[in-house]
């Protein structure tokens, strides 16, 4: 699979398969996002994602 780099701010939706996956904050390298599934919404937060989209 070949890499690719996108840049996000807050508000940015990305869509991955059936998911809508929304970035809510960004505070240092903790991205915070909300998850549309179809049914319901589901808040995840994600530590040090911030190291890795760096690359």
Known sequence: MQE???ELSIGDS?????HTVTVIDIEGGDI?????????????????FGEFASR
Do not use: A, C
């Open 14 to 18: 990305l869509q991955i398969g059936q």
């Open 32 to 48: 915070s996002f909300q998850i549309d599934h179809e049914e319901d919404e589901q808040p995840v937060s994600v530590d040090g």
């Open 4 to 6: 690719q780099e996108i």
